[in-house]
């Protein structure tokens, strides 16, 4: 069966760097688009960006756009988060999905992690 | 980027009702809308994808329809079970984006 099982959170100062990983099993890893969703404490889904089945293709949300890198390992399957100048709203868990069709970059997420919780707090 | 905009933002039913509830998208995104469910303290739960296509294993008490602008999700009798809060979300371009969630209770 499909899982994925985030790892890496924690609390973390204003302006630092923190990497979240994400592996994966029980699906074909490097055949599918994967992406990274954050929840703020009480608040909603925000999608954060996706990298695409080869990793070729990267695309991020505006709010962490330069400050964020996606990148995953597919001889590891493994996604990865690499998450700088980290500021306090950035503070929420932090999902990975899987894409449901896998060369297309826009499409659903059939499988979720169970997430990770950054707060960012000085 | 294309604005979801959910209602109502919290409801209350009781145990065998019609649930429904409703996501307006601010530009035409065809058939490309989701719905998901997501329970406290859990990962969200992907339901219905392209609008009214329902995700394999998913009760058939759900449901959804729309396309263009105006979609909707409907839960035909509501169980206890189904106490969640339920997202829709759009894929029909980037940024990909969410509504503002919809809290089902039971009254």
């Known amino acids: ?3 994925l099982v985030e790892s890496g959170g924690g609390v973390v100062q204003p302006g630092r760097s923190l990497r979240l990983s994400c592996a994966a099993s029980g699906f074909t890893f ?4 994967m992406h990274w969703v954050r929840q703020a404490p009480g608040k909603g889904l925000e999608w954060v960006g996706l990298i695409s089945y080869d990793g070729s293709s990267k695309y991020y949300a505006d709010s962490v756009k330069g400050r964020f890198t996606i990148s995953r390992d597919n001889s590891k399957n493994t996604l990865y988060l690499q998450m700088n100048s980290l500021r306090a709203e950035d503070t929420a868990v932090y999902y990975c999905a ?16 169970q997430g990770t919780l950054v707060t960012v707090s000085s | 980027d294309i604005q979801m905009t959910q209602s109502p933002s919290s409801l209350s039913a ?4 019609r649930v429904t509830i409703t996501c307006r998208a601010s530009q035409d995104i065809s058939k490309y809308l989701n719905w998901y469910q997501q329970k ?14 329902l995700q394999t294993g998913v009760p058939s008490r759900f449901s959804g ?13 509501l169980q206890p079970e189904d106490i969640a809060t339920y997202y829709c979300q759009q894929y029909d371009n980037l940024p990909l984006t969410f509504g503002g969630g919809t809290k089902v209770e039971i009254k």
């Open chain 1, 98 to 113: 899987k894409g449901a069709v896998g060369v297309l970059i826009t499409t659903s997420f059939d499988y979720w992690g």
């Open chain 2, 14 to 17: 009781s145990v065998g009702d």
């Open chain 2, 65 to 77: 329809s729309g396309s263009g602008t105006d979609f909707t999700f409907t839960i035909s009798s």
């Open chain 1, 1 to 3: 069966q499909v899982q």
């Open chain 1, 30 to 33: 490097s055949s599918y688009g």
């Open chain 2, 40 to 53: 406290p303290g859990k990962a969200p739960k992907l339901l219905i994808y392209d609008a009214s296509t």
